[in-house]
């Protein structure tokens, strides 16, 4: 059974920084496409950042300076961190797993920038 599970989430200061892992069992993450997506209030969801199997990286432009996509193969684990948050980074973060036999998302975890 296929399980991404998202933690590190949780309320942080604008101008702070914030590191969020996505353990994933039941597949290999290194051969998928892994990438972070999120939500915020009364919006769709936005893709934040996606690590492919070969390395290549793509970022959303509004966050290309601000957040860094990595990974772990030996850990089975994907990270996003994020610096300069701002109020408007307030979201759901979703990490998804994504190859031709099958896409996978996690349940997400809560990001809130706040004073």
């Known amino acids: 059974q296929v399980q991404l599970v998202e933690s590190g989430g949780g309320l942080v200061q604008p101008g702070g920084s914030m590191r969020l892992s996505c353990a994933a069992s039941g597949l290999n993450s290194g051969s998928y496409a892994m990438a972070w997506y999120r939500q915020a209030p009364g919006k769709q969801r936005e893709l934040v950042a996606v690590?492919?199997?070969?390395?290549?990286?793509t970022y959303a432009d509004s966050m290309k300076s601000r957040f860094t996509i990595s990974r772990d193969n030996g850990k089975n684990t994907v990270y996003l961190q994020m610096d300069s948050l701002r109020s408007e980074d307030t979201a759901v973060y979703y990490c998804?797993?994504?190859?031709?036999?099958?896409?996978?998302w996690g349940k997400g975890t809560l990001v809130t920038v706040s004073l």
């Open positions: 690590i492919m199997s070969g390395g290549t990286i």
């Open positions: 998804n797993a994504q190859k031709t036999v099958g896409c996978y």
